[in-house]
């Protein structure tokens, strides 16, 4: 292998030079953050969400929770603008950001939808596949009472928590996102992720995949 094949190979590892903040102190100083995965968000349409509802609508039980894959076909519905080619584009977007260079076969493994009502939890799992996602298609409303906030999210329960690493000192290893209808996370299937149950009232929707990249 000569120089410049293992520099291309090398450059999908190098970190971004970006700057994550900046202290207003004296001296003022730039902070960066270029170590660990990379979490990608995106927005899907309200049309596909809409569909994805209507689907699930029909495998569910109002006030009951569940959690079942979703068909080949039920993904493919809608041509380029179905959740498979809406999904693999994301992941396209991602994977070439992420390595610098368009990834060759995208293909999504399995997709599953789960729908959680007050006091269900999501424990911390990781996935089996190179990257995975979740898109949200229903978000409750979120009580913020004090009292019922949990220890690993503070008032984030109902929120999707990422993990790495553990409690080190001078290093950041626990970032929640707000469930907001459409918005699609993209991310190592190794991650660490879970929810803590949340108090409040209506449905928790969201959709999960797994994916395969080469």
């Known amino acids: 292998m000569d120089i410049v094949e293992k520099t291309r190979r090398l450059k999908k590892y190098e970190a971004s030079e970006a700057v994550a903040f900046s202290s207003e ?11 660990g995965p990379l ?3 995106t927005r899907m349409s309200v049309g596909l969400i809409d569909h994805l509802n209507s689907v699930s609508d029909a495998l569910t039980t109002p006030g009951q929770g569940a959690e079942f894959e979703l068909s080949e076909s039920d993904c493919s519905r809608g041509g380029e603008d179905s959740l498979q080619s809406c999904v693999t584009r994301a992941l396209r977007t991602y994977v070439e950001s992420v390595e610098h ?9 399995n997709v599953w939808v789960v729908s959680q009502f007050a006091g269900t939890p999501s424990p911390v799992h990781f996935h089996s596949a190179e990257l995975s996602g979740v898109l949200y298609l229903k978000v409750p409303t979120i009580s913020s009472n004090a009292d019922e906030r949990n220890y690993i999210s503070g008032r984030q329960a109902g929120y999707i928590n990422f993990l790495i690493g553990g409690k080190q000192r001078f290093a950041r290893s626990l970032i929640s996102f707000k469930p907001v209808i ?3 996370y993209i991310f190592p299937g190794w991650l660490l992720h879970g929810a803590e149950p949340f108090r409040g009232t209506g449905e928790r929707r969201s959709l999960a995949f797994n994916a395969r990249v080469e």
Do not use: A, K, T, Y
């Open 39 to 41: 979490i990608g968000r």
């Open 101 to 109: 260079e368009p990834p060759g076969l995208v293909q999504l493994d």
């Open 25 to 35: 102190g004296s001296p003022g100083m730039d902070f960066l953050s270029p170590f």
């Open 182 to 184: 459409g918005d699609l």
